[in-house]
């Protein structure tokens, strides 16, 4: 039987190395692979993406668009994890879980966008609340968030990790003060919100792992809502899926969460949460996850294998470096 051709293109980069770590061993793809002296052959990366069933583009967005043009194969079909795409005309959105008729189109789709990091974790808290009623589209929305540096590339993990120039001296830095963020309009659109939310985006002092975080002034919302309504539409939104967890409800009374950002590192998991402190009438949402693994490269091969029929048999951990 014919394997699948994948070519990664960008497979030395971080996102591209995370995805090719996932697919190696696999007995039922067949990865093409670029010759290291031809990384910037034009000719090479035009022979690879015509031959590939599915070309993965690991690229900065500029280069993701200019790829496109190189496409002459008809049945090729493209996986974009740059944000070159995601809110484009003619390109599926790669969140499988963003409602029940996703993973069809995902299937159907020759170009499917890969989720940004952040968004995944946001989407998944607030477009079921949307959808259901519970958080008007108006919704004033302040997210914010917490990334391990791999989130920044190569240049920051080799400033990191000891190569290159230090770019980060303490053990936090908060960016996106400019109030402005390439991720917001995927955010958006597809938590269903009518203006974009306030975004505040920090990175730490730890390689991997993201945690997303949503106030809600629950006093504030046009009608009364408690923290156990937030949680039962999340619960019954991701019954049954197999990288989605909606963890149970918490209040401040009952107990004094410590969340470790790093926890589902190696996996395509994301964990859902619900604080609630009933007296104040606030609760707070929470994602948590890998950025590398739901954010990044897990969901491409989650996507990946949904476009090519293959989603059964495989968990998507990756416990490499």
Same mark, same amino acid.
């Given at each position: 039987m014919r394997?699948?051709?994948i070519f990664i293109d960008g497979e030395a980069g971080t996102t591209g190395l995370q995805i090719r770590g996932r697919l190696q061993g696999r007995n039922d793809l067949q990865l093409l692979s670029i010759d290291p002296a031809k990384r910037k052959d034009e000719a090479e990366r035009k022979r690879l993406i015509n031959e590939a069933d599915v070309a993965i583009l690991c690229l900065p967005d500029e280069a993701a668009k200019a790829t496109l043009s190189l496409l002459e194969n008809p049945q090729t079909r493209i996986l974009? !994890?740059?944000s070159a795409h995601r809110?484009?005309?003619g390109w599926v959105y790669g969140f499988p879980e963003l409602g029940p008729e996703q993973p069809e189109r995902i299937r159907q789709a020759r170009f499917v966008a890969n989720p940004g990091?952040?968004?995944t974790g946001v989407?998944?808290?607030l477009r079921p609340l949307v959808d259901a009623g519970l958080l008007p589209s108006s919704f004033a929305a302040s997210v914010s968030a917490i990334s391990g540096y791999s989130g920044g590339g190569r240049p920051l993990i080799e400033a990191m990790e000891g190569q290159g120039t230090h770019r980060l001296a303490g053990a936090y830095r908060a960016y996106g003060l400019e109030l402005t963020h390439k991720h917001l309009p995927e955010m958006t659109l597809y938590s269903r919100l009518e203006r974009p939310p306030i975004f505040t985006p920090a990175v730490a002092r730890f390689r991997q792992g993201m945690l997303d975080f949503i106030p809600v002034h629950?006093? !504030?919302l046009p009608k009364k809502v408690h923290g156990a309504e937030l949680h039962e539409v999340l619960a019954q939104r991701y019954q049954g899926q197999r990288f989605v967890r909606v963890m149970p409800l918490e209040t401040y009374a009952q107990h004094h969460p410590v969340l470790d950002p790093q926890a589902l590192n190696g996996t395509n998991l994301l964990e859902l949460f619900v604080f609630e402190n009933p007296q104040q009438e606030q609760a707070l949402l929470v994602a948590r996850f890998d950025n590398l693994g739901k954010g990044a490269s897990g969901a491409a091969v989650q996507n990946l294998d949904l476009m090519l029929g293959l989603e059964g048999?495989?968990?998507?951990?990756y416990l490499g470096d």
């Open positions: 394997k699948p051709k974009d !994890a740059s809110v484009a005309e990091c952040y968004p989407i998944a808290l629950l006093w !504030a048999p495989y968990t998507y951990e």
